[in-house]
């Protein structure tokens, strides 16, 4: 959405139907109350005042602790529970086919 939304504003900007302090304001105040909005919005969710993309961005780059959120791999266990599945599948259609 923002880079046609950027590419609209040049468009107006270069075609002359809008100034470029006049752009800027709007887009200044256009933001701003985006980010009151959003945060507005947030915190009434989660009952607490954040923005949501603010803690990602300071948990991810400055932190830098993305890598501790990641799922552990599963071990053995799996084929193990596959292979146990597989035997009560065999297991009932034996008791079906009657052998």
Same mark, same amino acid.
């Given at each position: ?5 950027g #590419?609209? %504003?040049?468009?107006? #900007? $270069? !075609? /002359?139907? +809008?100034?470029?302090?006049? /752009?800027?304001? +709007? %887009? +200044?105040? *256009? /933001?701003?109350? !985006? =980010? #009151? =909005?959003?945060?507005a @919005?947030? !915190?009434? $969710? ?7 993309? /603010?803690? +990602?961005l300071? $948990?991810?780059?400055? =932190?830098? &602790? @993305?890598?501790?959120?990641?799922? &552990? ?7 193990? &529970?596959? %292979?146990?599945?597989? *035997? ?5 259609? %034996?008791? =079906? !086919?009657? *052998?």
């Open positions: 959405m923002l880079p046609l939304a #590419l609209i %504003g040049l468009h107006m #900007l $270069f !075609s /002359g139907q +809008v100034r470029l302090p006049r /752009g800027l304001a +709007v %887009g +200044v105040a *256009a /933001g701003a109350a !985006s =980010l #009151l =909005l959003t945060v @919005c947030d !915190s009434w $969710f989660w009952q607490r005042w954040l923005w949501p993309e /603010g803690e +990602v300071w $948990f991810n780059t400055v =932190l830098n &602790r @993305c890598a501790a959120l990641r799922p &552990r791999r599963a071990g053995p266990a799996r084929p193990a &529970r596959r %292979g146990a599945l597989q *035997a009560r599948v065999r297991a009932r259609a %034996g008791a =079906l !086919s009657g *052998a």
